[in-house]
């Protein structure tokens, strides 16, 4: 299983380059701001918040990059001639897709709260406001994910770019529907699942 | 595909599709919706005389004192400063205020159940000690037990810093503390009787960013007053005079009862004194009067009027708005000291020049009649009518029990869609209410029906049981398109083959043709073991000399 998911992650590296560098810049966005002094909390926030979109189309690309082209470069048939399961392959992969994600947020949080609690006011309600951001952030990146997963899986050219990006916005667009409250992590949660297993189906159903 | 594995895959695609559907539908109605909205609040429609003092009157320079009330987008510009959507029960129970040298943090502690005042000097990076605790016995430096617990208190910071008012809904009690001047001081106001439920007091408002009341009015010409002339053809730029406040009520609090009801709290002694107004009742989009309760509006705002006279603050009176629950109708009222209305709410046309008493019913009949509001509605009809009829019936049957600020960003049940303004519609009786909902529904219908018999008849062209194709007809029905998106990602994606018996399409990982159960051992049309006619000559045989061996040896 360790070897699948390292096999996606060197196979998928040039994204990993690219979730490295977003967080990076995220902590700096968030270190400028705290560092100029700034007395106010939402400001951090909005450091906190700010990078999930990008996050957010980053990981649907990898999920359709995954499985666009192990459809487009057999690689499924290879692996499975080489003592594995289609289970153990698909789920390697959704692990390489959700390391990023949960690295991504862990640092960013982490980052964040050492900031909150030196430079700027913090309390309890804050704190919770800090962490529900964060969960929905995390929440809306495996969203995002799951439905490149789901997408990708096609020979098709356009529609795993354009289409997924579109579905991508309206999936976001929940974030400014609902805010960051539990009702929008309950329906992130939801389509996760959903859109996992519509491309779990897709994969499993298919002939390689 | 196992039984299992595709029931999975309709059920889950389904849901994903019916997520986006959704949000796709919320953009489309949230355009439509504040399409009327902009139309309100581009012209400044709705303005108020809020008072007009009669000594002055006679003076030529003299023009009432107006504000001007209008709808805004129900969406806030920054979803990260704005809490969006806040509910009512958000009541406050902290104050942070940023004061010339530092900050002052008034919070509630749930665990001790006591309110923390603290300063914090220059920043709020490094926060000391709680400079006092209060609670409803008194206000310490330390924590005590004669302090006492607040259970369910919310605060209100009146003007300056240091004056704090406090209503804890258990206890059923007003506090006062104030922290500024000669030390902290502390008073206690009687327990309130069961007939009184205030849910708000100070600041009366929910939904700010629905309500926008200026102040400081733009280019716009001034309400007619009733008498004929005045100031009729004129623009002037005009402000509330300076020493006008909008922020306080002077010697009172005003304070919200769950009915709507506005009372005067003294600030001083913490009793009732008497009614200040009452929130009004809008019109919604059929022209049917709401409820002006606070969880039956969308948005409300409630501004007490004062003038500064010789040093000191007098109450004149307030002005009370409130937005229908779908965010459209608006309606003003404004009342006297006493709470009275004082019959100036007067609705003044730009086009016309014309006053009417019945202001709010001509604002929703001119939206309709108005180009961009007509097109508005009929977007947002035609948009409502590719909701699945499902969630339409759930929305007539919840449609009063959504308070109307979380059904603005409903998604699937949506109180604020045709049906459910139509639902709440008080003057309307259940039989009607039906019918009518009937008739909204018909469009839905038709498209659930055309799409539940374009699967039904798909799906058995593909190889479908009757049954299944039965369970698609009518998820046809209830969920319209995006049953169709479904079917259209889930249907089998086998390359169909000709049945060498009946020539229809047949699916290659079946048994049997599904429409004439043949196997797929069969070799091909053979001729009959028997002859209807006698067997002919040789030389006559029309078929040639191949079938006439073959008949011979039969």
């Known amino acids: 299983m360790w070897t699948l998911i390292r096999r996606e992650i060197e196979d998928m590296w040039v994204f990993y380059l690219v979730f490295l560098l977003l967080w990076v810049a995220a902590v700096l966005l968030l270190a400028s701001a705290a560092f100029r002094g700034t007395e106010e909390a939402l400001r951090l926030k909005e450091g906190v918040v700010y990078p999930y979109p990008f996050l957010c189309v980053v990981l649907a690309v990898l999920g359709v990059s995954q499985m666009y082209f192990d459809r487009m470069r057999r690689l499924s048939a290879f692996l499975l001639s080489r003592g594995t399961v289609r289970r153990q392959v698909f789920a390697a992969r959704v692990a390489a897709g959700l390391i990023p994600n949960l690295f991504f947020t862990a640092g960013l949080g982490a980052v964040s709260m050492v900031l909150f609690r030196n430079f700027a006011f913090y309390n309890a309600a804050f704190r919770n406001d800090l962490i529900s951001s964060l969960i929905s952030g995390f929440l809306a990146g495996t969203a995002c994910y799951g439905i490149g997963l789901a997408a990708g899986w096609t020979s098709s050219r356009v529609f795993p770019t354009l289409g997924t990006l579109g579905l991508v916005i309206i999936v976001l667009s929940l974030l400014v529907i609902k805010g960051f409250d539990i009702q929008v992590q309950i329906l992130f949660l939801t389509a996760t699942v959903s859109a996992v297993l519509v491309g779990w189906e897709s994969y499993r159903t298919s002939s390689l | ?554």
């Open chain 2, 1 to 554: 595909m196992t039984r299992t594995g595709n029931g999975l895959k309709i059920f889950t695609a389904g849901f994903l599709v019916l997520l986006l559907w959704a949000i796709l539908l919320f953009w489309a109605d949230w355009l439509c919706r504040n399409g009327i909205a902009s139309a309100n609040s581009r012209r400044d429609e709705v303005s108020v005389v809020l008072l007009e003092d009669v000594d002055r009157k006679k003076d030529p320079n003299f023009f009432p004192c107006s504000l001007l009330v209008s709808l805004g987008s129900d969406l806030p510009a920054n979803v990260l400063r704005e809490p969006a959507w806040t509910p009512l029960a958000d009541a406050p129970r902290s104050v942070i205020e940023k004061i010339a040298t530092g900050w002052i943090v008034f919070q509630y502690d749930a665990e001790s159940g006591l309110f923390e005042c603290q300063y914090c000097k220059g920043n709020l990076r490094r926060q000391k000690g709680a400079a006092y605790y209060l609670g409803p016995g008194g206000i310490s430096s330390e924590k005590k037990e004669s302090l006492g617990r607040f259970r369910d208190p919310f605060v209100y910071q009146d003007g300056q810093w240091g004056k704090f008012f406090i209503y804890d809904r258990q206890l059923r009690q007003f506090f006062r503390f104030n922290l500024w001047g000669m030390g902290p001081r502390f008073s206690a106001g009687p327990v309130l009787g069961d007939s009184i439920e205030p849910i708000q007091f100070g600041s009366l408002q929910k939904g700010r960013e629905i309500v926008v009341i200026a102040k400081e009015a733009r280019r716009w010409r001034p309400p007619k007053t009733g008498q004929t002339g005045g100031y009729a053809g004129q623009w002037r730029l005009e402000t509330v005079p300076s020493n006008f406040r909008l922020d306080t009520a002077g010697p009172w609090l005003l304070m919200l009862e769950a009915d709507g009801q506005i009372l005067r709290l003294n600030k001083e002694s913490l009793c009732i004194e008497g009614p200040a107004g009452r929130l009004p009742a809008p019109v919604d989009l059929f022209g049917s009067r709401t409820e002006g309760r606070p969880n039956k509006l969308s948005a409300y705002r409630v501004y007490p009027v004062c003038r500064e006279e010789n040093g000191r603050l007098v109450y004149y009176g307030c002005c009370a708005a409130s937005a229908a629950p779908e965010g459209v109708g608006l309606a003003v009222e404004c009342f006297d000291a006493q709470g009275q209305l004082t019959g100036r709410n007067l609705f003044h046309s730009a086009a016309e020049d014309s006053v009417s008493e019945n202001y709010e019913v001509e604002l929703m009949s001119r939206l309709f009649e108005r180009g961009d509001g007509a097109l508005a509605i009929t977007a947002r009809f035609f948009a409502d009518s590719l909701q699945p009829a499902v969630f339409h019936g759930l929305s007539f049957l919840c449609a009063e029990a959504i308070e109307p600020r979380a059904g603005m960003r409903a998604l699937f049940i949506r109180p604020h869609s045709f049906i459910g303004i139509l639902r709440r519609c008080r003057q309307m009786s259940l039989p009607s209410q039906l019918f009518s909902t009937f008739l909204m529904l018909l469009p839905s219908l038709f498209v659930g029906l055309w799409v539940g018999l374009c699967l039904r008849r798909k799906f058995l062209s593909f190889g479908g049981s009757s049954r299944a194709a039965r369970g698609w007809f009518a998820a046809g029905i209830l969920f319209g398109i995006p049953a169709w998106i479904t079917f259209n990602l889930v249907r089998p994606k086998e390359k169909m083959v000709t049945c060498l018996n009946c020539g229809s399409l047949r699916r290659p990982d079946q048994m049997s043709c599904h429409v004439c159960r043949t196997g797929w051992d069969f070799k091909g049309l053979e001729s009959p073991d028997w002859c209807l006619v006698e067997p002919l000559e040789e030389s006559e045989s029309p078929v040639g000399p191949a079938m006439s061996e073959r008949q011979t040896e039969l």
